[in-house]
């Protein structure tokens, strides 16, 4: 499954940019910047969020930077809860590694939007076997990479790639411009994450 509604509503409603439609979300043609008010409302209006509807906001800003539904997301918390460590940066890890975050991540795609739609009709691989499952988790040590017509590959490849990395890469991926392919180096840390989300508030939502 996943989320039709406008990804330009989504913006609107948390108020700030998630970046979820690539190059556009700097262009003046940016919703955000051309309509400051949440969908809905013609009139701003002045109003103090109570502490449930500031983690609710968190939590739909996680859901909406990754693309992912909230039974996904919900799935993913009790993931986080079993594992060492603080849930809500084991949570943020385990949306980072998707495989459709990671190919956005290496500047193979403009948006995570594109990256899910990549993975699923099959362009990419992992350790050389083609992968079409955009959530799943990509593990320390593998190599992410093209799938290969022959020994060339397609030219909308070639296209989408071109000067690429149009954005830092994080410390976690290790990108290999000359053969398109990207390596795991390490696990994501939470430090390294730079969508902004506040875990805390998404562990306290979860919690009541």
Known sequence: GRYTDPKCRQCRRIGEKLFLKGERCFTPRCAVDRRKNPPGETVPRR??????AIQLREKQ????TYGVLERQFHKYYEMAQE???ATGDALLQLLERRLDNAVYRLSFVDSRAQGRQIVGHGHITVNDKVVNIPSYHVAL???IGWKTTGDTLPQF???LT????RRPVPPWLKLDV???TGQVDSLPEPTEIDTGIDVRMIVEFYSK
Request: a neutral charge.
């Open 141 to 143: 040590g593998d190599t």
């Open 47 to 52: 109003r103090r969020s109570s502490d449930w």
């Open 157 to 159: 490849v070639q296209d």
């Open 162 to 165: 071109d000067s690429i990395p």
């Open 61 to 64: 800003r996680a859901r909406w």
């Open 83 to 85: 594992q060492t460590g």
């Open 178 to 180: 000359q053969n398109l």
